[in-house]
């Protein structure tokens, strides 16, 4: 239990990657504050941190709110304690519909920056003087592969997570002074309701996929891109998270990792 | 909570580690944390005095170690390592390539690297690592399972003036590790680097001799504390980092925890190099 009394804040932590980094860290003591859009299913993973780790809440967050955002902190903070580890993992791939366009609009690229961008500034912001008073703090933002180099589709999603990447390091070198370490993940190729979707698109984009059903774009990624020849789940994702947020990472910070099976090496 | 963390966390209980240049700075560090955490340890090195008291702290913990002497520039001596490894353990499940030099004996005098200087520092450097993967390689495929770690250095990460020769190897050694990962991927195999920043280490006390020498500003300084200024003025986190925040690094990425991470280098350097 070598997180029990730290109190994690995971972003999106309803649903796919956030609700497995939630379930991961309660599975080693921490208490989990789940902020989400998705109230019925951000109840249930808060149910399911509570029976691991005892303690969970939700905080219904809309990122790209401010005023959510600021509330999401003073609730962790009466409810839970003040943050330990702040995880950044809400995101989404486009605007309403994006899955069966074929080329990213406007909206698209506003609403992309708005969540995985802004929002994650917003939520960063509002738990800053949290962690800066206590000089101590861990925070793990989710980008993505596809923001570590240039895509034939999706150039919104690519873009936003590449910023990610960016803002990350910006927002490390910023709060290295407070003891605060920021570092990335970079998921590879994970079967989510989210990639369920992406391969709609690609299906709809790539003649090579032409025809496929989304698993079978999916699978044909994994088997052509993936050196480990295998997909990556949410738990391997989790395990980087708990990894980043240990004593055992004090000295990393400013780092974004791929978690891919060497899909993407640097 | 130290030891609560210890007891969590015995990822390596019943596996076998090789660390090449176990027996002094950061291969030292993290032979000493992958036993702490359960695994069994041979420590690879030239220094068998300095190997042996590794070998006996390692044992005073409860499990097990011993020395192989290895000449990581010579692909006999890899083999024969690894060998040494199955016979005594019975098992290998992880190769941590470790050893390293700043260059041909004497280089501290130097203001400019000789050809022996790049040939050392190339030989152990790189090819150090390339002989001991390939001693073990056709092990790990052969059995579905291996974890490869190999410890490069921020100074790989981008050419900087002076010392090219040292950063120009550890370049190589990210590159070289990218390429093993590609060809034991499919094997079940990961192979990762760790990249430490400044960490006051036998290694790094030579290269501060070497900059005293070589720039005025660091003149009339002790090598602690050209150390001292230079973590000073370039880590964001205000700290040097330790031995055993690499062997930290390492323990993840040699891990079950990390299966799915193979051909990244990480930099554990409290934030001079982003990645």
Known sequence: MIFKGQVAVVTGGATGIGRAIALKLADKGASVMIADINDEAAEKTAAEVKEISGKSSVFITDVTNLEACDGLATATAETLGPVDFLVNNAGIAGSSGWQSRSHSTEEDWKQTYQVNVIGMSNVTSAFRSQMTKRRGGRIVNLASIAGREGRPSLPHYSASKAAVISLTQSTALELARFNITVNAICPGLLWTPMWEQVGDRYAQDNPAFDGMSPREVFDTMVAERIPMQKEQTPEDVADTVAFFVSEDAKNITGQALNVDGGFFMR | ?275
């Not at chain 2, 007891?7 to 036993?35: C, H, N, P, S, Y």
């Not at chain 2, 006996?56 to 006999?76: L, P």
Request: net charge negative; glycine share 10%; with cysteine.
């Open chain 2, 1 to 275: 909570m130290a030891w609560l963390h210890v007891m969590e966390i015995m990822d390596f209980e019943g596996k076998t580690a090789v660390v090449t240049g176990g027996a002094r700075g950061i291969g030292r560090g993290i032979a000493l944390e992958l036993a702490q955490r359960g695994s069994n340890v041979l420590i690879a090195d030239t220094d068998e005095e300095a190997a042996r008291d590794v070998v006996a702290e390692i044992k005073a913990g409860g499990t097990q170690s011993s020395f192989c002497e290895t000449d990581v520039t010579q692909q006999w001596s890899t083999d024969d390592m690894v060998e040494v490894a199955l016979e005594e353990f019975g098992q290998l499940d992880v190769l941590v390539n470790n050893a390293g030099v700043g260059g041909a004996i004497g280089f501290t005098k130097r203001k400019t690297p000789t050809v022996e200087d790049w040939q050392a520092t190339f030989d152990v450097n790189v090819f150090g690592i390339v002989n001991a993967t390939q001693s073990v390689e056709s092990y790990m495929v052969e059995r579905g399972y291996g974890k490869i770690v190999n410890i490069a250095s921020i100074a790989g990460r981008g050419g900087r003036p002076g010392f090219a020769t040292y950063a120009a190897s550890k370049a190589a050694a990210v590159n070289v590790s990218q390429a093993w990962a590609f060809k034991l991927a499919p094997h079940g195999i990961n192979v990762n680097t760790v990249c430490p920043g400044l960490i006051w280490t036998p290694l790094w006390e030579k290269i501060a001799e070497w900059r005293r020498s070589t720039d005025q500003q660091n003149a009339g300084l002790t090598p602690r504390q050209v150390f001292q200024r230079t973590v000073a003025e370039m880590v964001p986190l205000g700290r040097e980092q330790t031995t055993e925040d690499v062997g930290k690094a390492v323990a993840f990425l040699a891990s079950d925890r990390a299966r799915s991470i193979t051909g990244q280098a990480l930099n554990v350097d409290g934030g001079i190099r982003q990645n």
